[in-house]
C-alpha cells in the first residue's frame, strides 16, 4: 500500500477541514454520508450537494439522531460517493461492513479519523480479524499501542493500495485520512 502522509502541526479542526478539501478536490459532485457527525462543524465549513450526518446524541447537529452500528445495514451507501467516518477510536466494525457492501460505488471517497493509544481497546472484531483472541489479553497495551498500524493492514488486506494522510502524536497516535473504494 502507497501511504502519502501529508505532514502539518495546525489545530484538528482545521487539519480535518483541510484533508476532507483534499479528498473531494477532484470530484464534480459532493454526496456526503457523515457516519458521526456531530455538531456538522466540518462539513458545514465545505460546499456539498448533498449531506447527510447521523449521530446518537440528540440535538448535536442537524442529523438523523441514531446509533450508526444500528443504521449501517439500512443505509443506502449507492446515493454517496463521500463518506466520513469520523469515529472515536478505530471503527474497524464499520470498515468491515464496509467492503463487504454491493452498494458501495467504485470511486467512493472514504475519509478516516483512527486514534489509539496504549490505554484504548482494540475492538473485538480487529482482534478476530488478526488472531489476536488468545494473546489479547496477556499484552493489551502493546496491541492497543498498534492500533494503527493493523488498520492500515485490514486496509491492504480488503485491496486498498493508496492512503492519504496526516499523523498527529500528543497522549494519542491521531490519523485522519482518506481512500478510494476501486
Ligand atoms: C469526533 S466526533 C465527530 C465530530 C464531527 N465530525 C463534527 O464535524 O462535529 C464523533 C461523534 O460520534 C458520535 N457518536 C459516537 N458513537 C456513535 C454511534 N454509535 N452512532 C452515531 N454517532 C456516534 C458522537 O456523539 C460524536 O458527535
Not at 496477556?138 to 493493523?150: C, Q, R, V
Not at 492500515?152 to 494522510?165: Q, R, V
Request: with cysteine.
Amino acid at each position: 500500500m502507497k501511504a502519502q502522509p501529508i505532514k502539518t502541526d495546525n489545530k484538528s479542526i482545521s487539519n480535518k477541514i483541510f484533508i476532507r478539501k483534499e479528498a473531494i478536490k477532484n470530484l464534480t459532485e459532493v454526496k456526503v454520508l457523515d457516519l458521526f457527525a456531530g455538531r456538522n462543524v466540518l462539513w458545514n465549513n465545505i460546499p456539498t450537494d448533498k449531506y447527510f450526518g447521523i449521530d446518537i446524541v440528540e440535538n448535536k447537529g442537524k442529523n438523523l439522531n441514531v446509533d450508526t452500528r444500528k443504521a449501517f445495514d439500512n443505509l443506502d451507501l449507492s446515493q454517496f460517493n463521500v463518506i466520513d467516518c469520523d469515529s472515536y477510536g478505530i471503527a474497524f466494525d464499520l470498515y468491515k461492513k464496509l467492503f463487504k457492501r454491493k452498494d458501495l460505488n467504485s470511486g467512493t471517497i472514504i475519509i478516516y479519523t483512527a486514534i489509539t493509544n496504549e490505554f484504548t481497546k482494540l475492538q473485538n472484531v480487529a482482534k478476530k480479524e488478526f488472531g489476536l483472541e488468545k494473546f489479547y489479553n496477556k499484552a493489551p497495551s502493546l496491541f492497543n499501542a498498534k492500533a494503527i498500524e493493523f488498520f492500515y493492514d485490514f486496509l491492504s488486506l480488503n485491496g486498498i493500495e493508496k492512503i492519504t494522510f496526516y499523523a498527529i502524536r500528543d497522549k494519542f497516535d491521531k490519523h485522519y485520512g482518506y481512500f478510494t473504494i476501486k
